[in-house]
């Protein structure tokens, strides 16, 4: 077995991260744009969060995803697959060509994550499954003694589901402190505002007298992000990481509209989007260099 | 708790007990979690998830003995089930345990997607099955669980006629490495087969030779078909007994030399007449070309009676003696 050094992202720094979140939205929309279908809007949102965990965060590589010490990640929010597969992509668990038969007729690139893709650890896209799964991974984990830790990322309309909260009050009976929930927190919904469509408000309390610790942060700040899903809960209890985000991040005319929930670019709004995009990369490059 | 049970036999069928040798074991519930708990001591892989279930499932012996093995969710079965499969996702060999009513209704999604979909090798378990809550009515019975789990991909669906196929039925369950779902009564069986019968999930055990009609059954009904054969015996009807344990995959060539062999085919199920064995005898059959007399003994598409597992059964022919009269009909 690999050891836990094996599988630890590469070092980068929070400007190359940022760089990378870029780059990636890109992957993303194009992925959405040749398969003519995905969650646009969600998936813009949760980049930085995906970013962050498979590059800064996450004990997991392509060469060692068998291994039982291995952290894990199920994506709850399984309608963002477009995001999480052009992260895992980057990151080299397949060759990025094959985002292009996404959706296809025949293709293994299902439109919601599936365990025939290499690192997707389970089927999801039925909302409310993620966490009661990860709650099941963290106990297996806590058993088998090798420090693992679980993550998973809901989305925050996802809340409505009950049977997230009673993963919350399980996972906090059990004392999971190996175990991490992230909310992407961009408060649209497919209807429109999650407060109209039924309030979930205020997260922070709900997810505190469920037992967790409770860190809310920018969820496109890369260093906050890092420091709020890397370090261990005070206490034995599990963590929720509210994530604030803006829906259709990075793209003007997509940010905080609803309608992109599962809009599909036209050409034009396609190469609009990814100008926007190239523009981004050019002014953080400059502050780089 | 249920109302008190008035005895599932008449006095007739009592004394066909006797006749036949039949001699009485445990409800397969508590078997399953007796036998569980041997298998648990021998492999700290195994690991329970309850729903506030263990006393229900007879599961308070493990979860003394075996706490670290046994993982109570409160009730809550989606969580039981989501919980269930991340385990078994994880290396465990994960069987999550409630009443069959909650668990293949309320938390048919995390079985058909987390489970199914997913291809976990869990085990999901049923207890309390059919109309074993009795009295209780609807809201505690399951008649849907078959119909709704044979419309999913990749889970292969048990019910023990006795403690030897329970026994057997998990067993296979625990070695398994894709999905299955076992379900339990919390009625005492009769010990129905010799001792060198062998359980295979999908291989029907022939519980009586016979060529005039073939009972079909699965469950705790199968008990009564073999009453009614060796009551049919006494009028000159010799009656095959198939226990069709494993509803999926169905043992088609068991069913196939049956509808060949016999003038008759009466499938016999402790569910709703929609959707369980029999349909699926049906189908199987229609589609290989064979058309033999044929009846499906189940509950019917109405608001089930009130009253016990045996009231029900006795209203609605699941017992020796409508068993037979419906044979003799069908036999002319």
């Known amino acids: 077995m690999a050891s836990q050094n094996d599988m630890s992202p590469p070092a980068r720094s929070d400007s190359q991260l940022a760089l990378k979140s870029i780059h990636l939205r890109k992957r993303t929309l194009e992925a959405i744009f040749e398969a003519g279908a995905g969650h646009t809007g969600g998936g813009l949102s949760c980049i930085d969060i995906l970013?962050?965990?498979?590059?800064?965060?996450?004990?997991?590589?392509?060469?060692?995803?068998?291994?039982?010490?291995?952290?894990?990640?199920?994506?709850?929010?399984?309608?963002?697959?477009?995001?999480?597969?052009?992260?895992?992509a980057d990151r080299g668990f397949f060759p990025v060509a094959d985002l292009k038969s996404l959706c296809h007729y025949q293709s293994h690139y299902v439109g919601h994550p599936t365990r025939k893709i290499h690192g997707i650890e389970m089927n999801t896209?039925?909302?409310?499954?993620?966490?009661?799964?990860?709650?099941?991974?963290?106990?297996?984990?806590r058993m088998d003694g090798f420090g693992a830790r679980v993550f998973t990322l809901l989305g925050d309309g996802e809340l409505a589901e009950g049977s997230n909260w009673e993963a919350a009050m399980a996972a906090s009976h059990h004392k999971l402190d190996n175990l991490v929930a992230i909310i992407d927190h961009n408060t649209l919904q497919i209807s429109g505002h999650t407060r109209d469509v039924c309030s979930n408000e205020p997260l922070d309390e709900k997810w505190r007298a469920f037992?967790?610790?409770?860190?809310?942060?920018?969820?496109?700040?890369?260093?906050?992000?890092?420091?709020?899903?890397?370090?261990?809960?005070?206490?034995?209890?599990?963590?929720?990481?509210?994530?604030?985000?803006?829906?259709?991040?990075?793209?003007?005319?997509?940010?905080?509209?609803?309608?992109w929930h599962h809009g599909v670019p036209s050409p034009e709004e396609y190469q609009r989007a990814q100008n926007e995009l190239s523009a981004a990369e050019t002014r953080v490059r400059e502050v780089m260099a | 708790m249920s109302?008190?049970?008035?005895?599932?036999?008449?006095?007739?069928?009592?004394?066909?007990?006797?006749?036949?040798?039949?001699?009485?074991?445990?409800?397969?519930?508590?078997e399953f979690a007796v036998f569980l708990e041997s298998l648990a001591r021998e492999n700290p892989n195994i690991i329970v998830v309850t729903s506030d279930s263990r006393g229900s499932g007879k599961l308070g012996p493990f979860a003394k003995s075996l706490p670290r093995q046994l993982i109570e969710v409160g009730i809550a079965e989606q969580n039981l089930v989501g919980i269930t499969a991340g385990l078994a996702a994880c290396g465990k060999k994960s069987f999550g345990v409630s009443p069959a009513c909650f668990l293949t209704a309320r938390s048919l999604e995390q079985i058909k997607n987390d489970i199914c979909y997913s291809n976990v090798p869990a085990v999901v378990v049923?207890?309390?099955?059919?109309?074993?809550?009795?009295?209780?009515?609807?809201?505690?019975?399951?008649l849907h669980d078959f119909a709704a789990l044979r419309a999913i991909h990749n889970i292969t669906?048990?019910?023990?006629?006795?403690?030897?196929?329970?026994?057997?039925?998990?067993?296979?369950?625990?070695?398994?490495?894709?999905?299955?779902?076992?379900?339990?009564?919390?009625?005492?069986?009769?010990?129905?087969?010799?001792?060198?019968a062998c359980f295979e999930p999908g291989r029907a055990i022939s519980v009586r030779s016979g060529s005039d009609l073939a009972f079909i059954a699965s469950g705790e009904?199968?008990?009564?078909?073999?009453?009614?054969?060796?009551?049919?015996?006494?009028?000159?009807?010799?009656?095959?007994?198939?226990s069709m344990h494993t509803v999926r995959p169905l043992d088609e060539a068991a069913l196939h030399q049956a509808a060949r062999e016999c003038r008759a085919i009466i499938c016999v199920e402790e569910h709703s007449i929609h959707g369980g064995l029999g349909e699926a005898c049906a189908a199987s059959l229609l589609q290989s070309g064979l058309h033999p007399a044929f009846r499906i003994v189940g509950i019917p598409d109405e608001d089930t009676v009130t009253g016990s597992q045996a009231d029900i059964f006795r209203h609605y022919g699941l017992s020796m003696e409508g068993l037979s009269d419906l044979a003799l009909k069908m036999l002319g």
Not at chain 2, 12 to 24: C, N, P, S, Y
């Open chain 2, 221 to 242: 009904t199968v008990v009564h078909c073999l009453l009614a054969a060796g009551f049919l015996e006494t009028k000159g009807l010799h009656c095959r007994v198939l």
């Open chain 2, 126 to 142: 049923g207890i309390s099955a059919g109309v074993s809550y009795g009295a209780l009515g609807t809201t505690h019975h399951s």
């Open chain 1, 125 to 141: 896209g039925a909302l409310g499954h993620g966490l009661p799964i990860c709650v099941g991974m963290a106990l297996a984990a």
């Open chain 1, 211 to 259: 037992g967790w610790e409770v860190r809310v942060v920018d969820g496109h700040d890369i260093g906050a992000l890092s420091t709020a899903l890397t370090q261990r809960p005070t206490r034995p209890v599990p963590v929720c990481v509210i994530a604030n985000t803006i829906k259709g991040k990075g793209v003007s005319f997509m940010e905080n509209v609803a309608q």
């Open chain 1, 51 to 88: 970013n962050v965990l498979y590059n800064r965060v996450l004990k997991v590589s392509p060469e060692n995803f068998d291994s039982p010490g291995r952290d894990h990640y199920v994506q709850s929010k399984g309608h963002s697959v477009e995001a999480l597969y052009a992260v895992l």
């Open chain 2, 3 to 30: 109302a008190p049970a008035p005895a599932m036999f008449s006095p007739a069928a009592r004394e066909m007990i006797q006749q036949l040798g039949l001699t009485r074991g445990r409800a397969n519930q508590e």
């Open chain 2, 157 to 196: 669906l048990v019910a023990p006629a006795d403690n030897f196929e329970t026994r057997g039925a998990v067993l296979a369950a625990a070695k398994a490495g894709t999905p299955t779902y076992l379900r339990f009564g919390k009625a005492a069986m009769l010990d129905l087969h010799a001792p060198n």
